[in-house]
Each structure stands twice: as C-alpha cells, then as structure tokens.
C-alpha cells in the first residue's frame, strides 16, 4: 500500500558529530566562514550567508565522529504530520520531536528511513538575519548556502525507489551496459539535487555541500588552505563535474567529514527535465576535464547513528564498484578511444 509522502521542499540542515570541537569551528568558520547562529560548550550552529533559518549545520561534540541526522524541511506545519503517518505506514521507527528538541528548530518527526539513515521533516525554524547584502561580512570565500546531502548506500536502484516514494525526481545518473546503477542525483528544489545516492557500503554519509555564488570563492579556499599549509584538507579538485555541470572542490574537516563546496549547477524545476544517464566508462562523467578522483573518494565516508545515538551496522554492496570498475593501476579511468571523438567533431 502507498501513502501520501510529505511535500518535502529541499535539504534542510545535517548535524555532524565531531570530537573537538575548537578544531571544528577553526575549520567551518575560520576557514569556510560559516555564521555562528549559536554556540555553546556541547555545539556549534552555523549557517551560510544567504540563510535565515537558524542553521544548516549543527556540530556536536562526541567520542565518534558521525552523522547524527538529515533534516529536510517541509511545505507546512501539517506536512510533519503527514511525514510521521508516511513513515509509520513504511514501518519505520519514528520520533515526535517537540519545538526546541533541537535548538532553533520547531516541532518535527525524526525517522530511521529504510536505507538506514536518521532523517528529520520540520517545517518551523527560528528566522534569522539574513546576511546577502553584508558584504562588509563577506570574506573572499563566502558560501552562499546548503546545497544538497550525498550518502553511500549498497543497492542505487532500491534508494532510487524509496526517495521516488517521498516525491523526489531523477535528474542524473551513473550506469553500465550491463544495467547496473551507481549512483543517482535527486531534487525537490529545482536544482539537480537535494540528494545523491552513491553506491558503496553504507548506510554512510559521503558529503554534504554547500553553495556559493561564484567559482572564485572556491578558489580562495584552496589558497587559503594552502596559506594555513592545510592543503592535507583538500581531498579532490577544484574542478569541472560531468554530472551536474557544477564547479567543486572536496575538503576534510578535522574528523574525516567531507564537505563539498559547488557553484553553477542548472535548474531542473520544468515537469518534463531530462534524465541525464552518464556511462560509468566515460571519463568526463565525474570530472569535466578528465581528472582521475582519488582512491579515499570512493572508499571513505562518515558512520551514521540510529535514533539513540549508536552507530549503524554497515551493510556492503554486492555489485560492481565504481572504483574497481574505472580505477587503473595509474589511478586512472579508462579515456576516450579515438573512434569515438575526433578533436574538433563530435560524433
Ligand atoms: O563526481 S560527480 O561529477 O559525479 C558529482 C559528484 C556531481 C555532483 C556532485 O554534487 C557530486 O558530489
Ligand atoms: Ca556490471
Ligand atoms: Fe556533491
């Protein structure tokens, strides 16, 4: 039987276990320049430039690093509701949360989903001053706002399924000849996600991005890093995407999360977008220019917590890894043959 799903509108806030939490804030405010909304002894909440909800981010000091939830905000005070009836139909575990449980947040319902991950729907935020037009606060590395979650979960195609179920719609994906998927690329807001599936053992979180303006503000944060001589916590890129068409560049804070910073995706918001399905032996699909992704890109990911606090068991993924697929001893994945482009015509 199928329920009604809660009319998500996007990726709201992710809230991140870290162990220390001084290092943490050095990285997400020194660095990435993040707004502190409200910090205290236990957490740190922080938001981009362009946002008036209270965060999009919570840092949490804990013995283990960890995703501790994905919060996705819905269209109404009664779509919370219809989240916890949705879920309960799913037969997952659910949790009412009263306004307040998590600071600046209004009441919400927090889910082990069916791919292993604490996800929370709310629809009530404390507002905040937006700071678009202080520029006087902008540094050169200035983010904008959350752009979307990415976890790693074993079966693409069944995740595929469930979040088409809350009503998210496909704007990419990764495939093979042979139909096996691995990865996949999700909207509610009209971008090319507010979610990516990526196949690998999971459930675990692979990143959560965020958004700036511009390519140069990407830029800065890599000479910046590089000035701090951290550029240890430059994991991947800057570059082009294939998928998605964005700018990125992947950092590591001081546990190990990885965080993407993305500029320039494409709207995806008409009822009849195009699926875009990218060959998991095409060389630009991951990196424009052809770049190799580094081995850690594909192996290393955040452990989640289940509603209590504890880590999830991680279940592994029985199909062909990407990594394995395109990954040569050079680091390498497999480049064009020159049958099939020509320089100068496209065949
Ligand atoms: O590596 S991919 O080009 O497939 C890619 C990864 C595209 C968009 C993303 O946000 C991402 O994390
Ligand atoms: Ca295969
Ligand atoms: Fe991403």
Excluded at 134 to 153: I, K, M, P, Q, S
Excluded at 220 to 236: K, N, S, V, Y
Excluded at 282 to 288: A, F, I, K, L, T
């Amino acid at each position: 039987m199928t329920s009604t799903p809660p009319d998500v509108v996007r990726c709201a806030y992710a809230e991140l276990v870290v162990t220390d939490l001084a290092a943490s804030r050095e990285f997400y405010v020194g660095v990435l320049g993040l707004v502190v909304t409200h910090e205290d002894d236990e957490a740190i909440h922080l938001r981009a430039l362009e946002e008036y909800l209270h965060h999009s981010l919570v840092l949490r000091r804990g013995d283990v690093p960890a995703l501790a939830v994905l919060g996705y905000r819905v269209r109404s005070p009664r779509e919370v509701d219809v989240a916890e009836s949705h879920f309960r139909g799913l037969g997952a575990r659910v949790e009412r949360r009263a306004a307040g449980a998590t600071r600046g947040i209004g009441p919400a319902v927090r889910v082990e989903d069916p791919l292993g991950f604490p996800v929370e729907f709310f629809y009530e935020a404390e507002h905040v001053e937006r700071l678009t037009q202080r520029y006087d606060l902008h540094g050169a590395g200035a983010l904008a706002r959350l752009d979307h979650f990415n976890v790693t979960t074993p079966d693409v195609p069944a995740a595929r399924a469930y979040y088409e179920g809350l009503g998210f719609r496909v704007s990419e994906d990764i495939r093979d000849d042979e139909g096996t998927v691995y990865a996949a690329w999700m909207f509610r807001k009209s971008t090319v996600h507010d979610i990516a599936l990526t196949g690998g053992d999971g459930p675990r979180l692979h990143h959560i991005a965020f958004a700036s303006a511009e390519r140069a503000q990407i830029l800065h944060i890599c000479d910046h890093l590089g000035a701090l001589r951290r550029p240890d916590m430059i994991e991947r890129g800057p570059g082009r995407h294939g998928v998605s068409n964005a700018f990125y560049l992947y950092l590591r804070d001081p546990d190990g999360h990885r965080i993407e910073l993305y500029t320039h995706d494409y709207y995806t918001g008409d009822p009849d977008n195009p699926v875009i399905s990218w060959n998991v032996h095409d060389n630009q699909r991951r990196d424009w220019w052809g770049n190799a992704v580094v081995p850690s890109w594909y192996a290393e990911a955040s452990a989640v917590l289940d509603l209590d606090g504890r880590p999830r068991p991680v279940v592994e993924r029985t199909e062909d890894r990407e990594a394995d697929v395109t990954i040569g001893a050079d680091g390498f994945s497999r480049t064009r043959t020159d049958t099939e482009f020509k320089l100068g015509e496209q065949v």
